[in-house]
């Protein structure tokens, strides 16, 4: 089998899934998407057979999982953190305990779509990181996930469903279940723009911030908010290739 080769393969794991793609220094390829839990060195060389990458870029929040990457991506594995350069500042007390994919997510926002800006992703948890306009990271908010709290409802209650998550019908619930996507769905947004308010209200400058959503639910939440100008579901592997290309210069016959 001939090998096709890429500059970088990008690595994002997070708490519910991890995502991998491979990316030459101007473009993703097709993203690989299998849940945290399933993460073996098995399972990732079958994500991509007949593919290599001269550089390992890797975000991480589940430090169990990271001795699986190294051992099967290019050595070393350059890890994202606030020790390597990134192009953004950080103003915050303790750089070291800002999540990886944050910073990553940070960056891409002040690169791809400029500053003032706040990146709120819809992960197991929903995190908001707020980026100056000098383009520094100024720190962020929180919030339990939408499917953490839905799961949570259905564990912990003898009657309630498990619901798939999708825009309701109405907002006073007919069923059960439609009540608990009016819940979930207005409830979060609700969440969502008294954050934002609040934020807003405390950032520096008089620009208005960009509001970038990213993550798995961001499309289903986002969309009817009218508050985000930008949905990025990749922005996480995004930055991810911009501090590739940051900490790696350009080489001959790179792509």
Excluded at 223 to 243: A, D, K
């Amino acid at each position: 089998m001939k090998v096709k080769a890429s500059e970088f393969i990008l690595v994002d794991i997070s708490n519910s899934f991890t995502k991998v793609a491979f990316s030459s220094r101007a473009r993703l390829g097709r993203v690989h998407r299998l849940p945290t839990s399933e993460l073996t060195e098995k399972n990732l060389r079958a994500l991509s057979p007949g593919r290599s990458a001269r550089i390992a870029i890797a975000a991480s929040v589940v430090p169990a999982k990271n001795r699986v990457l190294q051992a099967v991506l290019p050595d070393p594995v350059c890890w994202v953190g606030p020790g390597i350069p990134l192009g953004i500042g950080i103003n915050y007390p303790h750089p070291e305990t800002i999540g990886a994919d944050r910073l990553a997510n940070a960056v891409a926002a002040a690169s791809l779509h400029g500053t003032p800006a706040i990146v709120v992703d819809f992960g197991t948890a929903v995190t908001f990181d707020v980026i100056s306009p000098d383009g520094s990271y100024l720190g962020g908010v929180i919030a339990p996930g939408l499917t953490a709290m839905t799961e949570y409802l259905h564990t912990h209650t003898a009657l309630l469903p498990l619901v798939t998550l999708r825009e309701p019908r109405h907002a006073i619930g007919k069923s059960t279940r439609g009540a608990m996507l009016s819940g979930a769905i207005h409830g979060y947004r609700g969440l969502i723009g008294e954050i934002v308010r609040q934020i807003t209200r405390e950032m520096p400058g008089r620009k208005k911030p960009l509001l970038i959503a990213t993550g798995g639910d961001a499309r289903v939440i986002a969309g009817r908010t009218g508050l985000f100008s930008v949905v990025s579901p990749q922005l996480t592997l995004e930055g991810l290739r911009l501090i590739g290309c940051r900490n790696f210069p350009q080489t001959s016959g790179s792509g």
